[in-house]
């Protein structure tokens, strides 16, 4: 097994000798590469430090959960395709205990190994070959829509319910305003109680992922409202997002499954085919 590299110097808080408080130096942010081709390997770690971040290499699936543990890194970069354990598998098992950001990267680019990927967790994914500004693009984004404390219990990418985070203002009303508004809604046999990030179908509690939780939250409040695509997206995943609609997709296909009787005939979530999404039980 290779030898993971390192690469960068992660900074810490220093004080001086005289005790006379202490100046904080921004820490590098840490990304774990978990990828086997070496030529893509000494690109990739040449580029990404140069673009200050600080890399750590894994070569095959179980090194990539190991270093994982080890090194507590801010974002992954993971390739479908890895020796011993798939990507897939991977990022599975860092989702069980984790919601650090993860960025799935594959030769494939299909369709099916997309939807794979976003179903298990993933936050995005790019497809080989990519320009290294993108990369970059993209990672940036990911990490400035997670909040701070990803590591083991919180973070983006898509957290069970729990801790609130921050949309912004304007219509159509996003969850964290209708949350000061101390707001439980009701519909279709659905009720959310938005303070509590609590969620109840049918009388049953169910508990959905963060960005779940927020899509449920958003459409029953404008219940009857089509909100397109793009609104969703704005939303939920922020302005910078730069993916495409395949994860927006992706999620509302598991939120029909907590929520819809027979999720493959939905009656709550329709889609308006080429525009949206539109919650169509009238309000309680």
Not at 69 to 96: H, K, N, Q, Y
Not at 174 to 184: A, F, I, L, T
Not at 187 to 199: S, T
Request: charged share 30%; net charge negative.
């Amino acid at each position: 097994m290779a030898e993971a590299s390192r690469v960068g110097k992660s900074a810490a808080v220093s004080k001086d000798e005289g005790g006379k408080g202490g100046v904080e130096v921004p820490t590098q942010t840490r990304v774990l590469l978990a990828e086997d081709d070496e030529s893509f390997i000494d690109a990739l770690v040449i580029g990404l430090a140069r673009e200050g971040f600080d890399v750590t290499v894994a070569t095959d699936g179980p090194e990539a959960l190991r270093l994982f543990a080890e090194v507590e890194p801010d974002l992954v970069l993971l390739d479908l395709m890895l020796p011993r354990l798939s990507g897939i598998d991977v990022c599975r098992s860092i989702r069980a205990h984790s919601t650090v950001p993860i960025i799935m990267v594959t030769a494939k680019g299909t369709e099916i190994d997309t939807v794979v990927g976003l179903e298990v967790g993933a936050d995005d994914y790019v497809t080989k070959p990519y320009r290294l500004r993108e990369l970059v693009a993209r990672m940036r984004a990911v990490l400035r829509r997670t909040p701070t404390d990803t590591g083991s219990s919180a973070g983006d990418g898509d957290r069970p319910t729990g801790a609130p985070t921050p949309e912004s203002d304007g219509a159509p009303r996003s969850p964290e305003r209708r949350r000061d508004q101390g707001s439980v809604l009701e519909a279709g046999g659905i009720q959310v109680d938005v303070d509590r990030h609590l969620v109840f179908i049918r009388g049953q509690e169910v508990h959905l992922r963060r960005k779940e939780f927020e899509l449920l939250s958003l459409l029953m409040e404008n219940a009857g409202r089509l909100l397109t695509r793009d609104v969703l997206i704005d939303r939920i995943w922020g302005s910078d997002y730069f993916g495409d609609t395949k994860t927006l997709d992706v999620h509302i296909k598991r939120l029909r499954t907590h929520i819809e009787e027979d999720p493959s005939s939905p009656k709550l979530i329709t889609t308006i085919r080429g525009v949206g999404y539109r919650f169509d039980a009238a309000r309680d």
